[in-house]
């Protein structure tokens, strides 16, 4: 039987109106969340995303400002906006779209914003925190992916989870979220051995690597729960890491792409914006 699949784009929208009604009570207060988001260069992909976040923020009653520097930009200027930032009181969150320009220093650059305004959880302090077990902010990616996990309604404790990809943005952050719920976890990646051998003990495998169709049906526990994070482009199409139409016959629930992570992200963004600014 095909697997059941989890709509992304339908969760999204839940977690959007939940965002939506928070701002609109912090607003109302004369508080309006607001998020500034910093990017550097003309990468092409990064301006989608840019605009995306701009309006997403528009539909969640964010206030939004986009700070587009030029892709020479030096790293004490891209600091000093981020300190402007800091200082500005109307702003709660501050994101820098990554990939910066080569000459720049991300994690210095990610360093420089304070915790309290990092909303997308790559702050050195709040991974810490996470790492700890410490209540924090969680990095949007992996929050969404758990939250579609868990719609499932399967018991979480003592199940094999295996996340292939270990980047600090996706992979180790959502080892650290499944290992928080109980489950057994496996961190896969680019030298690991025998990958299949890992992720077919999988009750959920999340694919967080940039390769598609890396994920193969023979690769899936009958049953399992796929969360593809992956983002390819393929021919003009948008795929992720796991060859879709396969798995799907093995999985008991998949993530489509796109209509999956992607939205959730996004969604995530805005909900952690509106409880940076809850906090403040
Ligand atoms: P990354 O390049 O930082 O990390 C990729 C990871 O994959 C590395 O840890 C590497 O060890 C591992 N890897 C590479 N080849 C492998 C192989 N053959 N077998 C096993 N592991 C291998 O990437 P990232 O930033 O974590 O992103 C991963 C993917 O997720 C990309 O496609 C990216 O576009 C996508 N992404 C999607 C969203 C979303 O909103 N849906 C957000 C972030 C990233």
């Known amino acids: 039987m095909a697997a059941t699949l989890l709509d992304g784009k339908a969760m999204a929208q839940e977690v959007r109106a939940l965002a939506r009604e928070r701002a609109a009570a912090l607003a109302e207060k004369g508080r309006q969340p607001g998020l500034a988001v910093i990017l550097v260069g003309n990468d092409p992909a990064s301006e989608i995303y840019v605009r995306n976040k701009g309006r997403a923020c528009e539909d969640t009653g964010i206030r939004s400002e986009t700070i587009h520097l030029p892709a020479d930009t ?21 994101l820098v779209q990554l990939p910066l320009p080569a000459h720049l220093d991300a994690d210095r650059a990610l360093a ?21 077990g410490q209540d924090t902010v969680l990095p949007c990616t992996p929050r969404g992916a758990m939250y579609m996990l868990k719609s499932t309604g ?86 992720g890491d796991v060859d879709f139409a396969g798995v799907r016959e093995t999985a008991g629930w998949i993530t489509p792409v796109p209509g999956g992570c ?15 600014a809850e906090r403040a």
């Not at 420089?112 to 700890?132: Q, S, W």
């Not at 992607?262 to 940076?276: F, S």
């Open 112 to 132: 420089a914003i304070r915790p309290e305004k990092d909303v997308d959880g790559f702050h050195p302090v709040n991974a810490g925190r996470l790492l700890a």
């Open 154 to 239: 399967l018991p979480l404790s003592g199940k094999e989870a295996v996340v292939v990809g270990r980047s600090n943005i996706v992979g180790k952050p959502m080892a650290l979220l499944l290992l928080r719920e109980n489950c057994t976890v496996t961190l896969c990646h680019s030298r690991t051995a025998d990958l299949a051998a890992h992720t077919r003990r999988a009750d959920i495998l999340v694919a967080a690597v940039g390769r598609p169709g890396l994920i193969t049906a023979d690769m899936v526990k009958p049953g399992a729960v796929v969360i593809d994070v992956g983002i390819n482009r393929v021919e003009g199409k948008v795929v």
């Open 74 to 94: 030096a790293q004490e200027t891209l600091e000093e906006e981020i300190a402007r930032l800091n200082a500005d009181p109307a702003i709660h969150g501050i």
């Open 262 to 276: 992607g939205p959730m992200t996004i969604a995530m963004l805005m909900l952690n914006t509106v409880e940076a």
